[in-house]
């Protein structure tokens, strides 16, 4: 070999041996595939979350749920009930039922939807009370939109699992009452909160009276039910929040941190003396919209909603160390303004970004940022030891809150991300089938119950099971099941997606 010959080959040793070591990221940024791994998500939620919570949130003196616990699951005070956090844990519990058709779950889940119709309702003007004491008397009488919306939210998934036709009227009525008597009939929009007889006794309209009830609650509610006066309402919020809730210059969404007054003036939320933006607003929104698209077919939603979610992942996601911050600066170039901590149902919503957009735009690129956030949702918020899910913790990973339930802190995001992530990964990358239990309580003569939360159509039933027997009475491109009469029919349902060519 001369020398030419050997300087050549050192060179393209030299060079492979770089891009060797650049491919190689810092331990940070590893992927591991066992993340698009649907069954992982399924398996975190059973075995890591939910026993946390149905060993230590029951209260089983005064009834309910305990309002705070420990890291390790002691109960603290306050011990008032918030119906909106039992509504919470409803959910929570209702989502481990679906994954694994474990009755002990879904009880616990009765207690509480039974607790919130004895005592939250208000059974002379409607609608659920923020507050109650400890003994379920009322303590904070206001009607206001965040209570209403998740009080609703877990008993949305409670009918999902069971059909129970008392827990709908309740939330229906919740819904109409909000139409009826928080509308505001002058400027559009939603304002904030009723008093008990159902007068505006806050005319603010924030995120949560517009797509964040349209992104939390309605869009499942439409699935679960098929009603058009749901979807419709839906869509009126989602209208209403994109001609009024919208920075023109920048795209984002306001209403929350700050709100609107009534006459839809804001004043500006600030952080270091600059205007900011919250990343976890601006998931909500970007969810709610692509979410609509999915369902509607309205391409707006798609555009708007791709496109923000794209200046997001850019703006408040630290692609280093994989997890997301919450207050970004309004303008350009968006620097982020708190790089204090991560919030758990931030992280979680930003996962449910990355499996959304990759659905709809086909692009893998989110699949590898989606790797990058569930290794530091991981590795950092299920805690390992005693288990359930940190509500902060610090970009490093370090834990910032260690409590486990707040007032607005409940088993709710942590089971919606483990149910999300089995069916998202399941249905929509993987094209894998998956499975979720029901328990329908009453099956009156000619009942169909659809059973999908999946927003794309493509998604169709391939078996079911009533009672440990095949049922063949279904609608699979519809997603609906033709019940027998009977009392409590257990159901397991297989959806899959339509494979793609």
Not at 23 to 36: A, F, I, M, R
Not at 411 to 432: C, F, Q, R, T
Request: with cysteine; net charge neutral; charged share 20%.
């Amino acid at each position: 070999m001369n020398i030419k010959s050997v300087r050549l080959f050192l060179m393209l040793y030299l060079t492979m041996s770089l891009f060797s070591l650049s491919s190689c990221k810092e331990p940070g940024l590893k992927q591991n595939t066992k993340y698009l791994d649907g069954e992982f998500w399924r398996q975190q939620g059973l075995t890591q979350i939910i026993p946390f919570w149905q060993s230590h949130v029951r209260d089983t003196i005064n009834g309910a749920f305990y309002m705070f616990l420990s890291q390790e699951g002691k109960p603290l005070p306050p011990w008032d009930k918030h119906p909106a956090m039992i509504s919470r844990q409803v959910f929570g519990f209702t989502s481990a039922y679906l994954l694994s058709g474990n009755e002990k779950y879904l009880e616990t889940a009765n207690d509480g939807v039974n607790y919130l119709l004895k005592y939250a309702w208000d059974d002379q003007y409607g609608g659920w009370f923020d507050f109650l004491d400890q003994s379920g008397n009322p303590k904070v009488i206001s009607k206001s939109v965040p209570s209403q919306l998740y009080t609703n939210v877990g008993l949305a998934l409670y009918y999902f699992a069971t059909k129970d036709e008392n827990v709908l009227n309740h939330i229906k009525e919740s819904i109409r009452i909000q139409k009826a008597y928080a509308f505001d009939t002058v400027n559009g929009g939603y304002f904030q909160t009723l008093s008990r007889n159902l007068r505006v006794s806050d005319s603010s309209k924030s995120k949560h009276s517009h797509f964040g009830y349209t992104s939390s609650l309605l869009i499942n509610l439409a699935m679960i039910t098929r009603d058009k006066e749901i979807l419709d309402f839906a869509e009126e919020l989602e209208q209403i929040s994109l001609r009024k809730m919208i920075d023109t210059s920048n795209g984002w969404f306001y209403g929350y941190p700050a709100p609107f007054d009534a006459n839809w003036n804001l004043k500006q939320a600030k952080l270091n003396n600059k205007e900011v933006i919250s990343a976890g607003a601006q998931l909500t929104a970007i969810l709610s919209l692509l979410r609509l698209y999915e369902i509607t077919g309205n391409d707006i939603y798609r555009t708007k909603g791709v496109n923000l979610g794209k200046q997001l992942l850019h703006s408040a996601w630290d692609s280093t160390r994989g997890g997301w911050f919450d207050m970004i600066e309004r303008i350009p170039p968006y620097e982020i303004q708190d790089t204090s901590s991560v919030s758990w149902w931030i992280q979680s919503y930003g996962l449910f970004l990355q499996l959304h957009l990759f659905h709809i735009t086909g692009e893998k690129q989110y699949l590898d940022s989606y790797q990058k956030m569930a290794s530091f949702w991981d590795n950092y918020f299920v805690d390992k030891k005693f288990g359930g899910v940190f509500q902060n913790v610090s970009p490093a990973g370090i834990p910032v809150i260690t409590t486990k339930a707040v007032v607005w802190k409940a088993s709710y995001h942590e089971m919606e991300n483990a149910l999300l992530n089995y069916l998202y990964l399941n249905l929509y990358v993987n094209n894998k089938p998956a499975t979720l239990y029901f328990h329908i309580k009453n099956s009156l003569p000619k009942t169909k119950h659809f059973v999908s939360i999946v927003e794309d159509s493509s998604v169709q039933i391939i078996a079911v099971r009533i009672n440990g027997k095949s049922w063949k009475s279904f609608n699979a491109a519809a997603r609906s099941v033709d019940l027998p009469e009977g009392k409590n029919l257990l159901l397991e349902v297989t959806l899959s997606a339509a494979s793609k060519d």
